[in-house]
């Protein structure tokens, strides 16, 4: 811009920083930075092996009913009868072919797992870019509630209310969720906090721009790194979460397939028939140090990133 020249403030768009960017194009910019990190993580080793486990386990989740020999609730065979070539890894403590409900078992605890992230996520990072972007007495107000839920563990969160409300998978889901929330949005608010501080964020700011449009054009572009590692975190620990509730009866009830449960109806005829038990923790494995790998390559990339920057 010459010295001789006006910006053209009646846009968005082409508010400037001085003789800088575009407050438009500094959010593009941020939203690329965020998608090369992501890029540069999927390359590593270490990445490519957490996308092969998820992968081997989503294609059986999505697939793996359309080759299961039984129903999964059926009553097929003798309790505990070791594997062969009919019933392939053996059947249940009940007589019900265990591969077929490993077959149906893993989509329940995908949807809830990803439901339960999902939402936790998207909540904590709400209240964290609010309560960076407002600060003063609703920064306080915001981050006071988030302790207080904070001092509750996750998994007795979610007993406490499962109990008064009433067994239901939705409702699992929707409260280990929310019981994310707390962690995800102090993660989110001292990541948004430089940003608000910014160049472009204040521009918007005295120039009168929405609230809505800043949290979601400026300043959301800049915390994409920090949002794909915690959203990736999360994930895992969702998977960990509801398979344990699972296991306790708090989520998927009998005699539906599910890992988890699984695992809780049929400790104890481990002694004896192993597979029903070490054949679903397995996969939830699998799933979960899938997950964990991507997120941990993501936080790494975005490590050498800020430290090179």
């Not at 077929?100 to 209240?127: D, H, K, T």
Request: proline residues 6%; neutral net charge; contains cysteine.
């Amino acid at each position: 811009m010459t010295a001789n020249q006006t910006p053209d403030l009646s846009s968005p768009g082409n508010l400037l920083i001085g003789d800088a960017v575009p407050l438009d194009a500094a959010a593009t910019a941020n939203e690329k930075s965020g998608l090369s990190v992501l890029g540069r993580a999927v390359r590593t080793g270490q990445a490519r092996l957490g996308i092969a486990l998820l992968a081997t386990v989503g294609l059986l989740i999505v697939f793996g009913r359309l080759f299961a020999g039984y129903a999964p609730d059926a009553i097929v065979g003798q309790p505990l009868e070791s594997p062969s070539g009919k019933y392939p890894l053996g059947t249940d403590i009940l007589g019900r072919d265990v591969l077929s409900r490993l077959l149906y078992g893993g989509l329940s605890l995908s949807w809830m797992a990803i439901l339960a992230a999902g939402l936790g996520v998207f909540l904590g990072c709400l209240v964290g870019l609010t309560a960076a972007y407002r600060g003063g007495a609703v920064d306080t107000l915001l981050m006071r509630a988030m302790d207080v839920l904070l001092s509750f563990p996750e998994i007795i969160f979610v007993l406490l209310f499962v109990s008064m409300l009433g067994r239901s998978t939705l409702l699992t889901a929707v409260l280990v969720g929310v019981a994310f929330v707390p962690g995800v949005s102090r993660v989110m608010r001292g990541a948004a906090l430089p940003v608000v501080g910014s160049e472009y964020v204040l521009w918007a700011r005295a120039n009168g721009l929405p609230p809505r449009h800043i949290l979601i054009r400026e300043v959301l572009p800049g915390v994409t790194s920090p949002l794909m590692v915690e959203t990736g975190m999360r994930l895992v620990w969702a998977v960990a979460a509801m398979a344990s509730l699972n296991y306790l009866g708090f989520g998927i009830a009998p005699p539906a397939a599910d890992w988890g449960l699984m695992v809780g109806e049929n400790q104890d005829g481990l002694p004896v028939a192993p597979l029903p038990v070490l054949a679903p923790i397995v996969l939830i494995l699998m799933m979960a140090l899938g997950g964990n790998l991507i997120a941990e390559s993501v936080a790494r990339t975005v490590g050498r990133t800020e430290g090179k920057s």
